[in-house]
T-cell receptor
Framework: RKEVEQDPGPFNVPEGATVAFNCTYS??????FFWYRQDCRKEPKLLMS???SGNEDGRFTAQLNRASQYISLLIRDSKLSDSATYLC??????????FGPGTRLSVLP | DVKVTQSSRYLVKRTGEKVFLECVQD?????MFWYRQDPGLGLRLIYF???????EKGDIPEGYSVSREKKERFSLILESASTNQTSMYLC????????????FGEGSRLTVL
């Protein structure tokens, strides 16, 4: 079993839709959690951190459930520019980043 | 702006050749990383370095070595390239203690024939 798992998608949604991505991690010692975004043929970039209390950044909301070892990302009012692959990232042992395989999102006009 | 520069965007090598992938960052970051990215597998950590002359094995170090003689430069070496090392290689850096943000280079796509 992979340490970080995501639904690979693709998720094809119309503009304006709300879409949610899920991520599960297997190592209970995982300490920090993030969502990265990777555009086609580009490098990954940090989208947002994920905190236990849940956090929001504009149209994006991230949530963490440590008991269930589950992380989510919600995107409201999808834009064409949101089309990308979203990578769930977990830090273990204080240093090593472990990346999920990513979920591909296509927002359609 | 942080910049991480990888020396080659595209390389084509033959089996058995020695391959050097160079990475330079300009923000005085202590930590540097080499990943490979393959479809369905995500990014996998090959090697990382906490500081100059330090290196640690990641999850898939076999067939690779690294060098960090200067703080800004982290090189990945394939001593004898094999076809299963065909992949996208991504270098990243991070300031020590700043847990969340990795800054990536644009990647080097290596094809081994």
């Amino acid at each position: 079993r992979k340490e970080v798992e995501q639904d690979p998608g693709p998720f094809n949604v119309p503009e304006g839709a709300t879409v949610a991505f899920n991520c599960t991690y297997s190592n209970s010692a995982s300490q920090s959690f993030f969502w990265y975004r990777q555009d086609c043929r580009k490098e990954p970039k940090l989208l947002m951190s994920v905190y236990s209390s849940g956090n929001e950044d504009g149209r994006f909301t991230a949530q963490l459930n440590r008991a269930s070892q589950y992380i989510s990302l919600l995107i409201r009012d999808s834009k064409l520019s949101d089309s990308a692959t979203y990578l769930c990232v977990v830090i273990r042992y204080g240093q090593n980043f472990v990346f999920g395989p990513g979920t591909r999102l296509s927002v359609l006009p | 702006d942080v910049k991480v520069t990888q020396s080659s965007r595209y390389l084509v090598k033959r089996t058995g050749e020695k391959v050097f992938l160079e990475c330079v960052q300009d923000m005085d970051h202590e930590n540097m990383f080499w990943y490979r990215q393959d479809p369905g597998l995500g990014l996998r950590l090959i090697y990382f370095s906490y500081d100059v002359k330090m290196k640690e094995k990641g999850d898939i170090p076999e067939g690779y070595s690294v060098s960090r003689e200067k703080k800004e430069r982290f090189s990945l070496i394939l001593e004898s390239a094999s076809t299963n090392q065909t992949s996208m290689y991504l270098c990243a850096s991070r300031r020590d203690g700043n847990t969340g943000e990795l800054f990536f280079g644009e990647g080097s796509r290596l094809t081994v024939l």
